[in-house]
């Protein structure tokens, strides 16, 4: 990961930033990206950034996890065609998805986005959920099924990726806080970890298992999507 740019502070040599100091964990890139993607996987639901091309400003939705590839990095998105985040995406397919549960783990993948209308990689992931988020047109043809062209693949290939998972419990977590309020030092809480764009691009990802189509409760099959008729709408 490249280093700031930014400084507000001369700290004499000592780390400026004592927590990543105190928490980053060096892993080996097999751990890391198993336990980036168990934890994807627990998520189930990212927040999915993309640019808007005529203002420049970021636009984030709630979007459900369909599948993985790439052994398990390389995220899958249900997306109506007609949605503005294909506008953004068609402008600049730079990408952001992050995932966040209850405790305060969070991930954060950075990557390409594609958006796929092949069918045969439609109906790969499709699910039955479609239909009744994307609706029936009745003209035959939009129908929310497997054939209808509104419903298309976002893939996100990952470029770079970091997350901060639990190394203790919430009670030690809580005994280290309160240390670090009374000491000063940094609380010992997270394992934090960074995959570099050289380390997702030489592994040999031996993880295929982890690959996997999603089954998603109904409402949640493609989050942040727009249902319309005509012009596109703006919905995310």
């Not at 990961?1 to 080996?28: C, L, Q, R, V, W």
């Not at 400003?57 to 065609?81: I, P, Q, W």
């Not at 439609?122 to 497997?146: E, F, M, N, Q, R």
Request: net charge negative; aromatic share 6%; hydrophobic share 35%.
């Amino acid at each position: 990961m490249s280093g700031s740019n930014f400084s507000n502070a001369e700290t004499g040599g000592k780390p400026a930033d004592p927590y990543k100091a105190k928490n980053i964990d060096e892993a080996s890139l097999k751990e890391k990206v198993e336990d980036l993607v168990s934890f994807v996987e627990a998520c189930k639901f990212g927040m999915m950034t993309t640019r808007q091309g005529e203002s420049g400003l970021l636009v984030s939705r709630c979007m459900a996890l369909a599948g993985k590839e790439g052994g398990g990095v390389d995220l899958l998105f249900h997306t109506n065609t007609e949605s503005g985040k294909t506008d953004d995406l068609t402008s600049d397919p730079n990408i952001n998805i992050a995932f966040l549960n209850g405790s305060g783990e969070w991930a954060s993948l950075s990557g390409k986005s594609e958006v796929i209308t092949d069918r045969s990689m439609v109906k790969k992931y499709y699910s039955v959920a479609l239909k009744a988020w994307i609706g029936d047109l009745g003209d035959g043809t939009h129908d929310g099924g497997p054939d209808d062209p509104r419903i298309a693949v976002i893939k996100v290939t990952a470029v770079t990726a970091t997350y901060a998972i639990s190394r203790r419990g919430a009670i030690g977590r809580g005994v280290e806080m309160a240390k670090g309020v009374v000491t000063g030092e940094a609380p010992s809480v997270n394992k934090l970890r960074e995959i570099s764009t050289e380390e997702l691009e030489t592994c040999e990802y031996p993880f295929s298992v982890l690959d996997a189509t999603l089954t998603l409760p109904l409402p949640y099959a493609m989050e942040g999507e727009s249902i319309h008729t005509g012009a596109k709408e703006r919905r995310d």
